[in-house]
């Protein structure tokens, strides 16, 4: 099938590249010519295992090109996917200028019936706004084209979004019941039919309930985060293990194991945009969400509880004081650093005089870009935030080790040589990585969330 994919981020190049893998014809369209001409060198602007092969083998078939055409672009497909980015806009709901400018681009080059997907994560009500847009630019064309949009949000994970997309646990198509809709529709299931093979995986729904499915996803799993922070800084006064608590309470299968990690707050592009809209769209609707308002407080005050674990040891001036920091992307598996807990936590050192050397297996280079921002006018806290290029070179003379992010590469680390590096043998875990006890007999000084702090 010809498809064109609105966007080459994080999830349209992966819809791009999957979509191309099992056969289409796929145009990926950007207006950011800086990443198309990386796609068109044979590079990839983001990191994502598995995504590099894919791409460079389809491009190689021919069913996988990158354009900044727009014309071109909306001739190409018979579904055209708007998979641009939604950030907050400054009152918390989801900015949709970007969703809507694709839509017009759409409106204005059409040539016949188009299938318009919402794969971006969009307020509910959004399509019907699509559709509008559309209808306008076709209007000033004095043109009558069919079209039906359609919500499909994206469930993929940064870090194994290749995989999400390939083996996806389930689709949420929403259509439209008219004619128009019940055409997207089947092109829709025709499209996605390969990956419904072993069994049915397509949630079909009204659109705004699937627009309302993605946020209510979002807003669940985030609720989950909160939670066991809530219960982990309980833990930590009440002295409970809430790494015991957490095997104790998943074995319930009515609350399962999955996302039950305390950690430094959640962090990426999605979580703490999309509770914010929909607390937003709350509002817009008269209606407060009391569990969400809680859940954002919550995760707001966890990015400060390793900064308050490092300040209670050495005191609030850190002037003087070396710390290595491991871990800088949200999470492991990708290079993505937006809302980044690594973010305020190593703001905060800094600004009380320490100097910190961090390293991150991929995000190095993205990190660079983000402090520069984050710390513009700051030229000595700046100047004090060194990157270097392995975890051990980070720790080298540091007096404490922080882990902010859970790459596989620090779960076992050489603790004999951390013990001759660290000048003050502590290690300070935001994701509960190391056993307490095991790191107080080898002399550590060792702090985590919601864990004993075993002498
Ligand atoms: P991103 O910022 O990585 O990519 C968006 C891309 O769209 C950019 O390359 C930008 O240049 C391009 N763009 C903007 N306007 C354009 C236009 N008019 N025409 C063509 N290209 C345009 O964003 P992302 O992380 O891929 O997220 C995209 C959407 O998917 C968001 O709504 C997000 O909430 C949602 N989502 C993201 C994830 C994730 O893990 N990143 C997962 C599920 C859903």
Same mark, same amino acid.
């Given at each position: 099938?010809?498809?064109?994919?609105?966007?080459?981020?994080?999830?349209?190049?992966?819809?791009?590249?999957?979509?191309?893998?099992?056969?289409?014809?796929?145009?990926?369209?950007?207006?950011?010519?800086?990443?198309?001409?990386?796609?068109?060198?044979?590079?990839?602007?983001?990191?994502?295992?598995?995504?590099?092969?894919?791409?460079?083998?389809?491009?190689?078939?021919?069913?996988?090109?990158?354009?900044?055409?727009?014309?071109?672009?909306?001739?190409?497909?018979?579904?055209?996917?708007?998979?641009?980015?939604?950030?907050?806009?400054?009152?918390?709901?989801?900015?949709?200028?970007?969703?809507?400018?694709?839509?017009?681009?759409?409106?204005?080059?059409?040539?016949?019936?188009?299938?318009?997907?919402?794969?971006?994560?969009?307020?509910?009500?959004?399509?019907?706004?699509?559709?509008?847009?559309?209808?306008?630019?076709?209007?000033?064309?004095?043109?009558?084209?069919?079209?039906?949009?359609?919500? /499909?949000?994206?469930? $993929? %994970?940064?870090?194994? #979004? @290749?995989?999400?997309?390939?083996?996806?646990?389930?689709? *949420? !198509?929403?259509?439209?019941?008219?004619?128009?809709?019940?055409?997207?529709?089947?092109?829709?299931?025709?499209?996605?039919?390969?990956?419904?093979?072993?069994?049915?995986?397509?949630?079909?729904?009204?659109?705004?309930?699937?627009?309302?499915?993605?946020?209510?996803?979002?807003?669940?799993?985030?609720?989950?985060?909160?939670?066991?922070?809530?219960?982990?800084?309980?833990?930590?006064?009440?002295?409970?293990?809430?790494?015991?608590?957490?095997?104790?309470?998943?074995?319930?299968?009515?609350?399962?194991?999955?996302?039950?990690?305390?950690?430094?707050?959640?962090?990426?592009?999605?979580?703490?945009?999309?509770?914010?809209?929909?607390?937003?769209?709350?509002?817009? /609707?008269?209606?407060? $969400? %009391?569990?969400?308002? #809680? @859940?954002?407080?919550?995760?707001?005050?966890?990015?400060? *509880? !390793?900064?308050?674990?490092?300040?209670?040891?050495?005191?609030?001036?850190?002037?003087?004081?070396?710390?290595?920091?491991?871990?800088?992307?949200?999470?492991?598996?990708?290079?993505?650093?937006?809302?980044?807990?690594?973010?305020?936590?190593?703001?905060?050192?800094?600004?009380?005089?320490?100097?910190?050397?961090?390293?991150?297996?991929?995000?190095?280079?993205?990190?660079?870009?983000?402090?520069?921002?984050?710390?513009?006018?700051?030229?000595?806290?700046?100047?004090?935030?060194?990157?270097?290029?392995?975890?051990?070179?980070?720790?080298?003379?540091?007096?404490?080790?922080?882990?902010?992010?859970?790459?596989?590469?620090?779960?076992?680390?050489?603790?004999?040589?951390?013990?001759?590096? $660290?000048?003050?043998?502590?290690?300070?875990?935001?994701?509960?990585?190391?056993?307490?006890?095991? !790191?107080?007999?080898?002399?550590?000084?060792?702090?985590?969330?919601?864990?004993?702090?075993?002498?």
């Amino acid at each position: 099938m010809k498809i064109t994919i609105i966007g080459t981020g994080y999830v349209g190049l992966v819809t791009g590249a999957c979509l191309a893998e099992i056969g289409n014809d796929v145009f990926c369209l950007d207006v950011d010519p800086r990443k198309i001409k990386i796609l068109n060198d044979g590079g990839v602007p983001i990191h994502e295992p598995g995504l590099k092969e894919i791409i460079a083998r389809n491009r190689e078939a021919g069913r996988l090109q990158f354009s900044t055409d727009v014309a071109a672009s909306v001739a190409h497909g018979d579904i055209q996917f708007i998979a641009v980015g939604t950030p907050p806009d400054e009152d918390g709901s989801a900015d949709l200028q970007y969703v809507l400018a694709a839509a017009k681009n759409i409106g204005a080059h059409m040539q016949g019936f188009k299938v318009i997907v919402d794969k971006s994560t969009v307020p509910v009500g959004t399509a019907a706004h699509v559709a509008d847009v559309v209808n306008a630019a076709l209007a000033e064309r004095k043109l009558d084209h069919g079209f039906s949009v359609v919500s /499909n949000p994206e469930f $993929l %994970k940064e870090g194994a #979004a @290749v995989d999400d997309f390939m083996r996806p646990d389930r689709i *949420v !198509l929403g259509c439209d019941e008219d004619e128009a809709g019940e055409r997207a529709q089947a092109l829709m299931r025709r499209l996605y039919a390969p990956f419904n093979r072993n069994h049915e995986r397509t949630r079909y729904m009204d659109v705004r309930s699937a627009e309302f499915t993605k946020y209510a996803a979002n807003a669940m799993l985030a609720t989950r985060i909160s939670f066991m922070n809530e219960m982990a800084n309980l833990a930590d006064r009440v002295g409970a293990d809430i790494e015991a608590v957490r095997r104790g309470i998943g074995s319930d299968p009515r609350i399962g194991y999955s996302f039950l990690y305390a950690g430094t707050g959640y962090g990426g592009s999605c979580f703490p945009k999309d509770v914010q809209a929909l607390i937003r769209t709350a509002a817009d /609707n008269g209606h407060d $969400l %009391k569990i969400l308002n #809680a @859940v954002e407080a919550v995760n707001d005050a966890q990015k400060s *509880v !390793l900064v308050d674990k490092i300040t209670k040891f050495y005191g609030e001036n850190l002037r003087g004081k070396v710390f290595a920091v491991w871990g800088l992307a949200f999470k492991p598996n990708t290079d993505d650093m937006r809302a980044a807990p690594s973010r305020p936590l190593i703001a905060a050192l800094l600004k009380r005089g320490a100097t910190i050397r961090a390293y991150d297996p991929v995000s190095q280079e993205e990190a660079r870009r983000v402090f520069a921002m984050d710390l513009k006018g700051e030229e000595d806290a700046l100047g004090r935030l060194q990157f270097v290029d392995t975890q051990y070179e980070a720790s080298a003379d540091a007096h404490a080790l922080i882990v902010v992010t859970e790459w596989k590469e620090f779960k076992s680390p050489d603790f004999g040589k951390l013990y001759r590096q $660290l000048t003050s043998s502590a290690i300070f875990d935001g994701r509960n990585l190391y056993e307490p006890e095991a !790191l107080a007999a080898a002399g550590f000084h060792y702090e985590a969330i919601g864990r004993p702090f075993v002498t």
